[in-house]
């Protein structure tokens, strides 16, 4: 089984930069995701590790650790867009995502 | 249709009546799946097909049924629903269960149980 953890809220200010923090216990490892959620709207992709290091796209990153069982989400230059959940989520070795229960980051002006 | 769809949208169901929610894709991915959202539990697996004519039991398969007669249809039905089966549901598909391909999620469909 899976056991997700991720901060509940945090709240950062238009243009700042936020790291939202994923730790995971897992039997077999296949891969991390992280997923943008809007209210009221579906899951969205954002990116995805399966080895060690940095993963950048745009104004996001991503970093796994494997061997400590963490991976972080960095959003950059944040805007009021990014009010948002972001979930992480571990695929097992039978190929199945857990899903942690979702960080909701605030932007403020 | 684009990506995929969820029908209904939303739902106010009595406890004890039987309701199929309905998921279609017509990126012709194998793989399939069904979730249920709840305020602090994040997304949770009911069940999934990793291609047509396969089926599998998620972490929370109880008063829950799916079939996969072909790749682009993938229905859950609730045989008698209870107050506790009230949440988000979300189907996704990925182009195969390995590898990196992502899930890609339909809109929800809303159900109150009452």
């Known amino acids: 089984g899976q056991n997700i953890d991720q901060p509940t809220e945090m709240t950062a200010t238009e243009g700042a930069i936020v790291q939202i923090n994923c730790t995971y216990q897992?039997?077999?490892?296949?891969?991390l995701f992280w997923y943008q959620q809007h209210a009221g709207e579906a899951p969205t992709f954002l990116s995805y590790?399966?080895?060690?290091g940095l993963e950048e796209k745009g104004r996001f990153s991503s970093f796994l650790s494997r061997s400590k069982g963490y991976s972080y989400l960095l959003l950059k230059e944040l805007q009021m867009k990014d009010s948002a959940s972001y979930l992480c989520?571990?695929?097992?070795?039978?190929?199945?995502?857990?899903f942690g229960a979702g960080t909701t980051v605030t932007v403020r002006a | 249709i684009a990506g995929i769809t969820q029908a209904p949208t939303s739902q106010i169901l009595a406890a004890g009546r039987r309701m199929t929610l309905r998921c279609t894709q017509d990126?012709?991915?194998?793989?399939m799946y069904w979730y249920r959202q709840d305020l602090g539990l994040g997304l949770r697996l009911i069940h999934y097909?990793?291609?047509?004519?396969?089926?599998g039991k998620g972490e929370v398969p109880d008063g829950y049924s799916v079939s996969r007669a072909n790749t682009d249809d993938f229905p859950l039905t609730l045989a008698s629903a209870v107050p506790s089966q009230t949440s988000v549901y979300f189907c996704?598909?990925?182009?195969?269960?390995?590898?990196?391909?992502?899930?890609?999620f339909g809109p929800g469909t809303r159900l109150l149980v009452l």
């Open positions: 590790n399966v080895l060690d």
């Open positions: 990126m012709r991915h194998n793989a």
């Open positions: 989520a571990v695929r097992d070795r039978d190929y199945k995502l857990s």
């Open positions: 996704a598909s990925s182009e195969s269960a390995s590898g990196q391909e992502t899930q890609y």
């Open positions: 897992t039997s077999g490892f296949n891969g």
């Open positions: 097909s990793n291609t047509a004519g396969t089926t």
